[in-house]
């Protein structure tokens, strides 16, 4: 079955504590992408990555970190620094064309205690 | 910055009724796609317009570009229970391979 998996899909920590979100894909895609979803206010673009060993920050990267060193996994970090951490996630991927459908993962919904 | 706006913000329809959600753009848009998000669920593509004055329909479901490519809409005829949920449209950034979308149009259907 081809598709995007993240993993867990509900999550808690306590405040001050670093977590990191995982993201796999196996659709062979270049690009993957955060998105962090608040309730009325869609989704942000936190962090997206084109290729190996590279990514960029999006509209809402402080508080965040992530890392692509192979083009399956995506990880991402939410630090101590990011203010208001809790809140649904979700990576997607695709071929990094703007005419490519982005393809979602199931989500993580963190909650900061 | 630019941006996607989206009304109406949410929408509560008797089954049977119609449903119609806009999606209005600072910027011209190569392209937009419309995305539905599911209670509980993530995100999933539903369809992407490119040329100036497109129509494209699903079944119940109409999409429209604008002539100025700058909004588009969504419209559902005659909504099921099965048509509950967010539905978003994206549209790309000026810069890089990526997406900005809108706030999304929460849609409940009663039966």
């Known amino acids: 079955d081809g598709g995007i998996t993240q993993s867990p899909k509900y999550l808690f920590r306590k405040e001050g504590q670093n977590v990191t979100l995982s993201c796999e894909q196996n659709?062979?895609?270049?690009?993957m992408y955060w998105y962090r979803q608040d309730p009325g206010q869609g989704l942000r673009l936190i962090y997206y990555s084109q290729i190996v060993n590279d990514f960029q920050k999006g509209d809402i990267a402080e508080g965040y970190s992530v890392s692509r060193e192979k083009k399956e996994s995506f990880p991402l970090t939410v630090t101590s620094a990011q203010k208001n951490p809790t809140a649904f996630y979700l990576c997607?991927?695709?071929?990094?064309?703007?005419?490519?459908?982005?393809?979602f993962g199931p989500g993580t919904r963190l909650t900061v205690l | 910055g630019q941006q996607v706006m989206q009304i109406p913000q949410y929408q509560h329809v008797q089954e049977g009724e119609d449903f119609t959600t806009y999606c209005n753009s600072s910027?011209?848009?190569?392209?937009i796609q419309w995305y539905k998000q599911r209670p509980g669920g993530h995100p999933v593509f539903l369809i992407q317009?490119?040329?100036?004055?497109e129509v494209k329909k699903q079944k119940r479901l109409t999409f429209q570009f604008g002539e100025a490519k700058k909004n588009s809409s969504l419209h559902i005829t005659a909504t099921q229970t099965t048509d509950v949920g967010t539905y978003f449209c994206a549209g790309p950034m000026e810069y890089g391979n990526k997406l900005v979308f809108g706030a999304g149009t929460i849609l409940r259907v009663k039966s």
């Open positions: 910027t011209t848009l190569s392209n």
């Open positions: 317009l490119v040329k100036s004055g």
């Open positions: 997607a991927s695709n071929t990094g064309s703007i005419y490519n459908e982005q393809f």
């Open positions: 659709l062979n895609h270049d690009a």
